[in-house]
């Protein structure tokens, strides 16, 4: 293609968009608010995912022995549990190391530790099971309650089953309002263009009649739906970077409990998201453009 026909091409196109300024405006506000949705969903959505890892890591099970069992059968379960469906790790913690761990996480001069040794420990051997992913945490955890040897079960699954049904129900909801906002984004650019082809309806039939191809004649109405398609979707998606590095900095601030938690930086969020919300903006407007074009344009 010549570059003579690009330059008519994209003038066309943006005389499009400044004839039907207000459906122009309407068309772009629509986009956005459907990438403003996608931005959102994407970011809670990731950063749930995020938090599940982190629980992976360090949440995990522990599982505590009874004190009457012997060095031999304490191997046996650790096999034992090591050969169930989902576990990657089984890490054996013996009462001294345990104790030395907690020493040195509460300081080893405090009067709770005091008289307190290898011949005097209260804890129990115990074992650390790390699992492959946190979804398959109640699975495991049904089999370790039905073995034999085992005093008590520690995990995090209440946490993990809110943090789930929370990732699940969030995503479902932000797609169908997604879907909805995206029909409602391609109607409106279907309606902007429709506009484009009535009032340049002449003009097309003199095109048609000197021999202009049908791709030459939709291609500046795509061009239209593409610019409104970019420019929904570039300007939430940067307000949107400097608002969430905002929003987490005050979830610190104003929320010292949650400090425990690491989100996502956002930098790793919108490596991600700015690609994607400027592909789909486009698609949008692509979607738009030639649906219009193929039920209203008659030549």
């Not at 026909?5 to 608010?33: C, D, F, H």
């Not at 809670?44 to 629980?55: F, Y």
């Not at 040897?149 to 995090?156: A, L, V």
């Not at 590095?245 to 949650?258: G, H, R």
Request: net charge neutral; proline share 3%.
């Amino acid at each position: 293609m010549r570059p003579s026909t690009i330059k008519y091409l994209l003038r066309e196109g943006l005389s499009g968009l400044r004839k039907n300024l207000l459906m122009t405006m309407a068309s772009v506000v629509a986009v956005a608010a459907c990438i403003s949705i996608l931005s959102f969903s994407y970011c809670v959505g990731s950063n749930l995912r995020h938090m599940l890892h982190q629980m992976e890591d360090s949440i995990g099970i522990s599982v505590f022995l009874n004190g009457d069992l012997s060095g031999e059968e304490i191997e046996t379960m650790k096999t034992e549990i090591g050969k169930i469906d989902h576990v990657v790790d089984v890490e054996y913690i013996s009462p001294r190391d345990a104790l030395d761990a907690l020493k040195k996480e509460w300081g080893a001069d405090e009067d709770i530790f005091e008289g307190l040794d290898d011949s005097n420990n209260p804890l129990s051997h115990s074992f650390q099971v790390s699992l492959d992913t946190i979804e398959n945490q109640s699975s495991v955890l049904r089999v370790l309650q039905g073995m034999d040897g085992i005093d008590s079960i520690r995990h995090g699954q209440t946490e993990t089953e809110f943090l789930l049904k929370v990732n699940r129900v969030f995503r479902v909801s932000s797609i169908l309002v997604m879907l909805i906002l995206g029909v409602i984004s391609v109607m409106i650019i279907m309606n902007t263009i429709r506009i484009s082809v009535a009032n340049r309806r002449v003009e097309i039939n003199i095109m048609k009649y000197v021999g202009a191809t049908d791709w030459f004649i939709r291609l500046p109405f795509v061009i239209e739906g593409v610019i409104i398609g970019l420019i929904g979707a570039i300007i939430p998606l940067l307000l949107g970077m400097p608002i969430y590095a905002k929003i987490i900095s005050a979830i610190y601030a104003y929320i010292p409990v949650i400090k425990f938690v690491q989100f996502r930086l956002m930098g790793e969020v919108f490596r991600f998201l700015l690609p994607f919300g400027v592909v789909f903006g486009g698609a949008l407007g692509v979607i738009g453009s030639v649906t219009s074009i193929r039920k209203h344009l008659r030549v």
